[in-house]
């Protein structure tokens, strides 16, 4: 089933997007190993609005990267509602939940998941071409946005040729490409140096600032979530606080 266009979304849902852009209500994940089942997130409410920079922190192991993958997702839920833009999730089918993700979404991970064997540019242009763009546009498009993360001078070095924090640019970047409403980071900077992770992090907060995008960061850095507009505190699969940056 489609996604639902935004135009025709209904009167309270268009309104409800104008401001909130992430709404999760009771929402649950339990990870059954056959043997053990292991509660990962336990009655979640949560909401985010449209052009804020969370960070979602808290000890290993408390549910923060189920959260991410629910909230976007990569992951189902067993209960409650995840809205996106006023979609539900739930209510995609796998294609139409995929095809949503490629449209609305943008991922940074620890670990860059370039390709080797393509160029900057040739890794950032590839969500395009698979998803149909026409070769010449998504090639200008790729330069763009290399041009916006400080790297059109390399953008014909491959990944082995850059350094962590010029690799992790391009994965922001690639990011970028599609233009998301939303850039979901899980621990972008943990395999980072702290002067690069600072500039990493002052990049995610200008293309924040400057594009109004929504970014959701996961991380165990206190300095990290500090540059964010708030704090989520998990413990135990649960919120247990929420509140505004210090």
């Known amino acids: 089933m489609p996604a639902t266009p935004r135009s025709q979304l209904a009167p309270v849902e268009a309104a409800r997007d104008t401001d909130v852009i ?3 209500e009771g ?7 056959g043997k053990l089942r292991v509660p990962a997130l336990r009655g979640v409410d949560l909401t985010v609005g449209r052009g804020e920079m969370v960070a979602i922190m808290g000890p290993s192991g408390c549910g923060k990267t ?3 993958n629910c909230l976007s997702g990569l992951d189902t839920i067993d209960k409650g509602t995840i809205l996106i833009a006023g979609t539900d999730l739930s209510k995609l089918s796998d294609n139409a939940r995929t095809e949503f993700r490629a449209r609305e979404m943008g991922f940074v991970f620890q670990f860059y998941n370039l390709l080797p064997v393509l160029t900057a540019v040739e890794n950032v242009e590839l ?3 698979v998803s149909g763009v026409r070769p010449k546009e998504a090639r200008q498009r790729a330069l763009e946005v290399l041009a916006q993360v400080g790297l059109e001078r390399w953008a014909n070095h491959k990944p082995a040729e850059l350094s962590g924090g010029q690799r992790q640019r391009v994965t922001i970047a690639r990011a970028l490409v599609n233009r998301p409403a939303i850039v979901w980071a899980d621990e ?9 992770a600072d500039e990493v992090m002052a990049l995610m907060r200008e293309l924040n ?3 109004r995008q929504t970014f959701v960061v996961v991380t165990h850095d206190p300095r990290i979530g500090g540059m964010c507009d ?5 413990q135990d699969g649960q919120i247990v606080s929420d509140g505004t940056a210090a």
């Open 230 to 234: 708030r704090i989520i505190r998990m």
């Open 27 to 33: 929402v649950e994940k339990t990870y059954d190993t």
């Open 209 to 211: 600032q400057t594009n």
């Open 188 to 196: 972008p900077t943990g395999d980072l140096d702290s002067q690069t």
């Open 22 to 24: 992430i709404r999760a």
């Open 66 to 68: 189920t959260l991410l």
């Open 127 to 129: 969500p395009l071409l």
